[in-house]
């Protein structure tokens, strides 16, 4: 038994909860879990222990009437106008029928709640597909089938290859050589790449089979459920030991399983309590900045609504007390009301008759406008991805104009930026470099690797002389080259269907191995202490001595082998910068190899490189004796190893460079370029290395050569000097962040226009929690002390929201953030502080299941289809197939929604007002008694045929631009990133515009009304003329006004308004018909007023006229906007940083952190590999002897490979005692050799422990 993982047993002490760890689990035991009850609300109590079942949707069977109701009387107008139907039920105060306003406003709410129970059973359906997996349960002594929902903690689950594990379990044991699984993590965090997961080595010997797991009876005592991923702290207690278990023993909901046949588990967290559940985020209703503003100008009119029938109400109380008797004809009642009786009545009567002020017909059409632009982007072809058949799709209708104003972009990288394919471009062997060098790819040919059976046949290099002069034995380097790629890693080697599989711990590593076996310099298998390879298809097979492992802060790796004369070699692989430390005094190619890799990195390449050394057998002998005293030393081990590992690599000799391409999708760098260009910031928010972020950054043209890159030590100068200077959360602004950056050790470098920020997690973390801890180290007395003075929790506050807002506003001013090693929940921090110091729109975009978080703290979630699985795209607002179309649905869908929703309501609230208002300027000539100057039918049709149609027609089609001039001037979409179209100020202009419109549709046909007779002596200076003429006046001007705001006319926009304008006169001629009057006097009183109204050629000169008056501030104000307003609306705010004057030296050298000569390329995506594991033997499968094969082969002839398999380390920063393999197997081996990295292992464990 593993020493790291147990400890007995005289001595043992019972399992006992403590303070962090409170989450107890007994297995085979699910009536224990299903009785623990916990308070909840009051007096009620719930389980502890959750279910297996999810649930993202909103609604069931009996919540949906009330909760949608109750959400969708949230909104003010609805509400306003469920008080209208009230009012009009009272008859003392109504002027109109209650059903005027009730049936119109259920359709709303019903319209409403349907599209809302459609979402809602999507969101039922996708739950059931989930919940209803099968998986294999053990029920009594055999495992049966069942329903991930029906799991319960404590159960013991069978899974088996390409399983999803359906809750987080406790590894027990596996059908795999030391019960080792490997997973897949595609669904949590995009990665793609295997990592590998080991069981306990007691339970891996003692829970195998179906008797042993069925008396399985151990108790797990862990952390309560979190949403850290990549840890996990808890203990075993079975047969009076204890074990300790961290995150490599534990399976997380989402995983897959691959490469294994079957393995068990135990049932930790389930449904909501699981890690990737409680990393999903609760889901937020989102609502646009447009649709805040807009029930912010809702309560405005309201208020003016309430403000106008209080002075009508005033002056119909005035009215009637000084003129009220003497105008006996409008005295309606006979019983006499005092002023007061008599003003409330008509304030409660001009509310109802004036509540056209707020059409409920609004809400209906920016529902309908939003429809249709989300059908708008599930149409666009130009989106559609045609190799995984992905449409761009609208998952919500409801944040389109949200997509025009977007400030900052936060995006993953893995799987969104990249396709983390690893590619073998170019590389330098002895200073020259091979790979396709011309700008035009037809021009050099595909090297065709078809003599080499082990070719996979995917490998595209574009330069036959390498090939040659490897085949030709005339360039020895050619051969150490692709050997050292062949041996110096920690692939391993699978035979599936007669095919040679390598499993990596990061694609750079495949990729490099991969070159190598093109090339005829193939790795074949591996055992515990030999690499076989075959090498231009001579078999060879070399004794590995040590492997010095890679971590990211050697930046390097290295192997020692003996080969079969007995010559010992050291081959080394790194970053430049170490590699070239190293290196002996006058190596040859070294500048050669240099410019190399400097024309690798202007290309973005990852590069690495390659060097080698003999070793003396007597002096590896002696230096392997002091690597043995080192690795068992009890004080500063870590430090004599790491002082070895530098004494043996030195003096190295260089080969020469390789150069990968991180393959990114089709058109990142283009669309990152143009977002820029829109004064769009992105943030890459990644959980990948700080060297992969940098090398993906400048690969897509995020960060450039003229950028200086500062980082987190160089905000801490920013944040000393605030501190110091005792800045508050309110000083915290541009300026005083300014000034502190004037004030600090760097402030050329911090106060420079061109410069990008990167931080990691780790900062992050410290970061946030630095104020915070340092105030509150015990929590029992900082409450006693905030409680007896308030004030000190509102300084700590300060001070926290001072390091915040800081930070913030130093981040802001760069024109490019990358965040390194984050977890799903510090993406969604990041977000969090930009929405809540900086009043501006975000999106963030991701593909995995850790950007689920980040997708729903921004304003709008965009979710990318990839390979990595779904989950984003379930929580997104919007759905791509590829980064790309993340520029056109941003340039052309939402800068034309931001700009059809603006017109939009500009020019309905213009037409409410200018149509409302008339009836205020009415009442002071009909003696306030609530007499209305349209007719009735007038009103009625007003709201949903005279006026609507074209409006809805200048919201759903209109464009000021085509798309392919959109995405040509990305400028022009800072106009909605400034919202200049909708806005307090806008409101107050169209308020005014429609009260002047108002007053002029009224007053002057009044005044051309004044004791005028017809040529043929029929008189129509009376209220229906009037009405008909003020009518006709609205109708018309309002439509003109459309047309003058209608930017690309189409056929429907055309149609829409001959519709509106013919429909006005077809129906005012009917409603006001001879038939119509003697059916039904009661509903049609207008007995023949259109008619002699039309025919008299003065009505139509006035109505020509107060049409032409009305129009005359719309033309002006669209001149004045022309001359002025166009050239400031298109102007830059956001200069090409590669087109910025040239920096100063101190600025245009700080990049060089690593290196005091030029900016290195090294990217490697590996963190620590797998030597342990390999050295160990854990990793390596039992052969299976098979009948009749041939042991004897030829130098030509390549035996069958042996099947091994191999997984990704986990984090280094987490690695100190994070792992138990099966160390007994280091000494079982047959043929012990010398491995002090497996010695140094093992008992560097046994200390840890």
Not at 871 to 880: E, G, K, M, P
Not at 965 to 977: A, E, F
Request: overall charge neutral; hydrophobic content about 40%; glycine content about 6%.
């Amino acid at each position: 038994m593993n020493t790291s993982e147990s400890s007995t047993s005289n001595n043992f002490q019972p399992y006992q909860l403590t303070k962090d760890h409170t989450w107890e689990v007994k297995a085979n035991n699910r009536s224990y879990h299903t009785q623990i009850k916990e308070p909840y609300l009051l007096c009620f109590k719930k389980r502890k222990y959750a279910d297996n079942e999810i649930k993202t949707s909103k609604y069931n069977v009996i919540t949906f009437l009330p909760r949608n109701l109750f959400e969708q009387f949230q909104r003010i107008a609805n509400f306003y106008f469920l008080l209208i139907c009230i009012l009009q039920s009272i008859p003392a105060i109504s002027t109109l029928p209650w059903y005027t306003t009730m049936i119109p406003l259920t359709f709303v709410l019903a319209v409403t709640a349907v599209k809302d129970l459609i979402d809602d059973i999507a969101r039922h359906k996708s739950d059931r597909e989930i919940n209803n997996r099968p998986c294999d349960v053990l029920v009594g002594k055999s495992f049966t089938v069942a329903k991930w929902k029906e799991l319960q903690v404590g159960d013991v689950v069978c899974l088996k290859k390409d399983d999803f594990v359906p809750a987080d379990l406790f590894l027990l044991s596996s059908t795999e050589p030391n019960s080792l699984c490997y997973v897949e993590t595609a669904e949590i965090d995009g990665e793609t790449n295997l990592k590998y997961r080991q069981a306990l080595t007691i339970t891996h010997n003692e829970v195998n089979t179906i008797e042993q797991l069925v008396q399985f009876d151990g108790r797990i005592i862990c952390e309560e459920p979190n949403c850290d991923l990549h840890s996990f702290t808890g203990t075993l207690y079975w047969k009076n030991q204890e074990f300790s278990l961290n995150n490599e023993k534990i399976l997380l909901r989402g995983c897959r399983m691959r490469n294994m046949e079957k393995c068990y588990g135990v049932v930790l967290f389930a449904g909501v309590d699981t890690k990737i559940m409680k990393n999903s985020g609760k889901y937020t209703l989102k609502k646009t900045r447009i649709e805040h503003l807009m029930n912010r100008v809702v309560l405005l009119v309201l208020l003016i609504l309430g403000g106008v029938s209080f002075c009508l109400a005033v002056g119909a109380a005035v009215w009637h007390v000084n003129f009220g008797k003497k105008a006996a004809y409008f005295v309606t009642e006979p019983i006499d009301f005092s002023p007061g009786y008599q003003g409330f009545v008509s304030f409660w009567g001009y509310v109802i008759i004036i509540n056209s002020i707020l059409p409920m017909s609004l809400y209906v059409t920016f529902e309908l406008l939003h429809v249709a632009q989300s059908c708008f982007i599930n149409w666009d072809i130009k989106m559609y991805y045609a190799k995984s058949d992905t449409p761009a799709k609208a998952r919500t209708t409801t944040l389109n104009e949200e997509l025009g104003q977007i400030k900052y972009i936060f995006s993953d990288k893995t799987g969104t930026l990249t396709q983390n394919i690893m590619a073998f471009k170019k590389c330098s062997i002895g200073g020259r470099i091979y790979g396709n060098q011309y700008d035009d790819v037809n021009i050099a040919k595909v090297v065709d690797f078809s003599w080499n059976t082990f070719a996979d046949g995917k490998l595209k290099f574009y330069d036959w002389s390498l090939l040659e002069r490897i085949r030709s034995g005339d360039d020895p380097g050619a051969h150490e080259f692709f050997k050292l790629l062949a041996v110096c890693h920690t692939v391993m080697a699978e035979e599936k269907n007669g095919q040679l599989l390598y499993q990596a711990a990061s694609p750079d590593e495949e990729a490099l191995v991969t070159a190598a076996r093109n090339f005829g310099f193939v790795f074949l298998s591996r055992t515990q202490n030999t690499i076989t390879v075959s090498e231009l298809g001579v078999q060879r097979t070399y004794t590995m001595l040590a492997m010095l492992d890679f971590n990211s802060c050697r930046k390097r790796m290295s192997v020692i082998l003996k080969d079969s004369e007995g010559k010992i070699k050291l081959y080394s692989k790194g970053a430049d910068a170490v590699i070239y430390e190293r290196l002996q005094v006058n190596c040859p190619h070294n500048e050669s190899t240099q410019m190399a890799l400097d024309y690798f990195a202007a290309e973005t390449l990852r590069t690495l490189c390659l060097a080698y050394k003999d070793v003396e057998e007597n002096y590896y002998k002696d230096w392997s004796q002091r690597y043995h005293t080192a690795s068992v030393a009890l004080q500063n081990r870590g430090q004599l190893l790491e002082e070895l590992y530098e004494e043996i690599e030195t003096d190295l000799v260089l080969i020469g460079a390789t150069a990968i391409e991180d393959k990114l999708q089709d058109g990142v760098p283009e669309t990152i370029q143009s977002l820029k260009e829109a004064d769009i910031k992105i943030w890459v928010l990644t959980g990948d290395k700080k060297e992969t972020a940098i090398n993906i950054g400048y690969s897509c043209k995020l960060l450039s050569d003229q950028m200086v890159l500062f980082e987190g030590r160089d905000i801490n100068t920013v944040l000393e000097k605030l501190q110091k200077n005792n800045y508050r959360y309110k000083d915290i602004n541009v300026a005083t962040v300014s000034a502190a950056i004037s004030c600090s050790e760097q402030p050329d470098v911090l106060s420079c226009d061109n410069k990008a920020l990167i931080i990691t997690g780790s900062f992050l973390d410290e970061f946030i929690r630095c104020p915070k801890q340092s105030k509150r180290k015990n929590q029992s007395c900082w409450k006693l002390r905030t409680t007896i003075n308030p004030e000190i929790k509102e300084d700590v506050d300060c001070e926290e929201e001072t390091y915040e807002r800081a930070f913030v506003e130093l981040a802001c001013q760069c024109q490019a953030v990358i965040c390194c090693r984050v977890t799903p929940k510090q993406k969604a921090m990041v977000v969090q502080l930009v929405k809540k110091y900086k009043s501006a729109i975000t999106l963030a975009i991701g593909d995995g299941a850790n950007d689920v978080n980040m997708l729903k703290m921004a304003h709008i979630g965009v979710g990318i289809s990839g390979q990595e699985g779904m989950q984003a795209v379930l929580s997104s607002d919007y759905s791509l197939g590829q980064f790309r179309y993340l520029e056109r649905l941003l340039l052309v869908h939402g800068r034309w929604a931001y700009i059809r929703i603006c017109k939009f309501l500009r020019y309905f609230l213009y037409k409410t007002f200018a149509f409302s208002f008339v009836q205020i300027w009415f009442s002071f000539f009909n003696g306030f008694s609530g007499l209305s100057v349209f007719e009735k039918w007038c009103i009625t049709f007003y709201k949903v045929i005279y006026s609507w149609l074209p409006v809805l027609a200048l919201g759903v089609l209109d464009q000021d631009r085509s798309d392919s001039l959109s995405t040509k001037n990305p400028k022009l979409y800072k106009i909605g990133q400034r919202n200049e179209l909708f806005n307090y100020r806008i409101f107050l202009i169209t308020l005014f515009h429609g009260l002047l419109s108002s007053m002029l549709l009224f007053f002057i046909p009044y005044g051309a009304f004044m004791e005028l007779v017809g040529k043929d002596g029929t008189t129509f200076s009376d209220y229906q003329s009037l009405s008909v003429t003020i009518g006709t006046a609205v109708v018309l001007t309002v439509n003109i006004e459309v047309m003058l705001e209608v930017s690309y006319w189409t056929v429907p926009t055309a149609l829409s308004i001959i519709i509106s304008v013919g429909a006005y006169f077809c129906n005012t001629l009917l409603t006001q018909s001879t038939a119509l009057t003697q059916l039904n006097p009661n509903m049609f009183q207008f007995h023949g007023a259109a008619e002699n109204t039309f025919r008299q050629p003065y009505i139509w000169l006035t109505i020509l006229l107060t049409v032409a008056v009305n129009l005359i501030p719309s033309i002006t104000i669209q001149l004045l906007w022309g001359v002025f307003g166009s050239e400031d609306a298109g102007r830059a705010t956001y200069e090409d940083p590669n087109k910025g004057d040239p920096m100063p030296d101190n600025q245009a050298t700080h990049f060089r952190r690593d290196s005091t000569q030029r900016r290195s390329a090294y990217a490697f995506s590996q963190d620590k590999g797998y030597a342990d594991l390999i050295t160990s033997g854990a990793s390596i499968r039992k052969k299976r002897p098979a009948s009749g094969a041939n042991t004897n082969s030829s130098a030509q002839t390549v035996p069958k490979q042996e099947k091994v398999v191999a997984q990704e380390r986990g984090n280094c920063a987490k690695t100190a005692g994070g792992r138990q393999p099966a160390q007994e197997e280091v000494y079982c081996t047959a043929n012990i050799i010398p491995m002090e990295e497996a010695i140094m292992q093992h008992h560097w464990k046994i200390h840890s422990s």
